[in-house]
């Protein structure tokens, strides 16, 4: 049993490759991974604004969903009607992401899938569509599911949500530690489920209040499902001005732009503890206050309920490059409808030298290639002699790119290569850096190579601007 989705709709943000992203829905469509019945239509849906934030790319996404819809009814105008019985699966891309070009929702895993009707690589799409049309939505009323592409999730095959009853909002979240809990979001619910607020960050006094009997907390996972009934009420909120800045109309009619968060902007308006005053003064500036007021009065009678899924696990996907490599080299927990292989899509002639706990996906390693453990290649032609010690990823990486790295220590980098063009120029670029590297640090903080700038610049010789550290800026 699978849900059967009216619409499938993948944003991206703007001056994104949205004409590849559409190709992308449509051959997986064609391979037969969107399953039996796959869904009437595909959209790959660009942010009329740069900065649009995931609220405003839901709405956006949302008013082209209903066009369409409206369209295929013979409709001449677009209607909130359409929403009524229509099952609509709305997919953000999010922001760029430095350890794969093509951003995280397409980040390859090392999968293989021997039952698929077609041989093709894995990404973090095609696992989060499997999550959520065989799994996580399956049972689930006529609505609108939001999901984010910006983590790795596993749900089990039977996540036992009650949807007997449902009305207004349900927001999805996993259980987690509490220690994991300080950078993320977390929810804050009374004895019935309800949402009371959404805690970011908090202190540790703060998450402890979120805590169940068995010591973890309910994380914000990226996921909220809005009923019919919600969703028609926000769809009617893009002719109401600031939100119309929102969506391509506003674009159009040159309204000034305006960011939204899909949590913190629109599903938090519907929790119980806010009151109006204290939810509509959270926001930045006077644009977003008042698109603040205007989301409470739409949608603040609306139940905001959670359902926390037992055995589910959540990774968000950080710019760490330790957390990436991890990412792709620890299996997955038993609930995963994934398994992770050493070798996915690859021919390595001495398979033996690749370690336990190491991961080579889409690759031709000739010769003798000695892989450690804790590392990752990825996309890449090498040919041996070649040791790649722990810690690192390589990819993207052609056969002429061998004869440099023979020899040369590698443990502990991330070293890439890009195929950009220059004007009409095709070329390549390589980037090398630390596994350690952070680059949200403060310049005196900062490290190149997994060693301080300081060191860097002796160590190699060149020289740094007089008195001072390069900034992130000039780093990236």
């Not at 998450?207 to 009934?229: E, K, N, R, W, Y």
């Not at 139940?303 to 950080?318: E, G, H």
């Not at 490599?325 to 021919?347: D, E, N, Q, V």
């Not at 290639?369 to 996309?379: D, F, K, P, T």
């Amino acid at each position: 049993m699978a849900a059967e989705w009216s619409v499938l709709v993948l944003t991206c943000q703007r001056g994104g490759c949205v004409c590849a992203f559409q190709r992308e829905l449509e051959s997986r469509r064609l391979r037969g991974s969107l399953g039996p019945r796959p869904p009437a239509l595909l959209l790959a849906v660009e942010d009329p604004w740069a900065r649009l934030g995931s609220g405003g790319a839901t709405l956006n996404a949302l008013l082209v969903a209903a066009e369409h819809l409206s369209a295929r009814a013979g409709c001449t105008v677009v209607t909130s009607d359409v929403l009524r019985d229509a099952r609509i699966l709305i997919l953000h891309m999010g922001r760029d992401f430095s350890f794969d070009d093509c951003g995280r929702a397409f980040t390859c895993l090392p999968v293989e899938e021997p039952s698929a009707q077609a041989e093709a690589l894995v990404c973090n799409l095609d696992s989060l569509l499997g999550t959520m049309t065989h799994r996580l939505c399956v049972g689930s009323p006529p609505g609108v599911w939001v999901c984010s592409t910006d983590m790795l999730l596993t749900v089990p095959a039977v996540p036992g949500i009650n949807w007997d009853g449902f009305q207004g909002v349900r927001v999805i979240a996993v259980p987690g530690s509490q220690a994991y809990a300080r950078n993320h979001g977390v929810y804050l619910t009374d004895e019935e489920g309800l949402v009371r607020n959404i805690v970011y960050k908090g202190t540790e006094a703060q998450i402890q209040q979120c805590a169940g009997a068995d010591g973890t907390v309910p994380l914000v996972c990226g996921v909220v499902f809005f009923s019919s009934d919600a969703a028609e009420q926000l769809l009617a909120t893009h002719v109401v001005p600031p939100l119309d800045a929102c969506t391509y109309m506003g674009l159009d009619s040159g309204a000034p732009p305006i960011q939204l968060s899909l949590f913190f902007d629109i599903v938090l308006c519907m929790a119980e503890g806010m009151t109006e005053d204290e939810f509509v003064k959270g926001g930045g500036d006077a644009s977003v206050k008042s698109a603040r007021s205007v989301l409470w009065t739409a949608l603040h009678t609306f139940p905001l309920s959670m359902a926390c899924i037992p055995n589910a696990s959540y990774d968000y996907m950080t710019t760490s490059a330790s957390d990436h490599i991890r990412s792709l080299t620890l299996l997955p927990g038993s609930a995963s409808h994934l398994r992770f292989c050493k070798t996915a899509h690859s021919h390595v002639d001495q398979p033996c030298l690749l370690e336990d706990g190491s991961s080579v996906t889409n690759c031709l390693l000739e010769g003798a290639v000695w892989l450690a453990a804790g590392s990752v290649i990825q996309h890449c032609h090498l040919q041996g002699p070649l040791e790649i010690g722990p810690g690192c990823l390589l990819s993207g990486l052609a056969a002429d790119s061998s004869p440099a790295l023979q020899g040369c220590p590698l443990r502990d980098i991330v070293l890439q290569g890009h195929h950009v063009r220059l004007r009409d120029l095709p070329c390549r670029v390589f980037t090398l850096t630390g596994r350690l590297d952070d680059w949200q640090s403060p310049a005196d903080e900062a490290t190149y190579l997994n060693m301080p700038w300081a060191e860097f610049f002796h160590r190699t010789g060149i020289r740094s601007p007089p008195g001072r550290c390069p900034s992130a800026l000039e780093r990236c």
